[in-house]
């Protein structure tokens, strides 16, 4: 994006007091994430540890509660296979994977505010937000904690965006 601004736009950013962005590279952002100790590398060499706080600070997600642990299909997990079927039968998928835009297209035509809507929305917001917009697909990893749509304010969403940003950039 920088690279396309013209010299006035380059010195209107440098006014306003955002002059550094104009010498990172988009690219170099997560390219600067140690991923085994969630610590970016800034330009002037110091250090910026993320933290589940600033996540909370940043974003505004609950922070503190349950831990969310990813899960993918397991024969020994009733609780997610429970889950899981009834996702399948609903979005009616034949190979498991509902693309982002139908999902987010369920939510704006219809009133629901219920279990439904708030299941489908969290499902959302973890795959588009938590986990970039690069990916098309919703993740089934999740769903076993949204089985109970009363437990999703009690989870540590906070850690969830930290260890997200992590393995996208690991990904």
Partial sequence: MVTQLNEAQTKAVRSIGFASF?????????????????????????????????????????IGGREIMESSRSLTDEEYDEVHAAWVKEWKIENTALKLTPCQSSFWPKKDSGERFRRNFT????????????????????????????????LDWCKFVVQKLISSVRN
């Fill in 22 to 62: 104009l010498k990172v590279d988009q690219k170099q952002i997560p390219g600067n994430l140690d991923t085994n100790s969630a610590t970016f590398l800034l330009l002037d060499g110091q250090r910026f540890v993320v933290t589940a706080f600033d996540a909370y600070v940043t974003l505004g997600v609950l």
């Fill in 123 to 154: 499902i959302y917001l973890v795959n588009y937000f938590f986990s970039g917009p690069k990916n098309r697909y919703c993740s089934k990893s999740i769903l076993k904690y949204v089985k109970d749509v009363n437990q999703i304010a009690s």
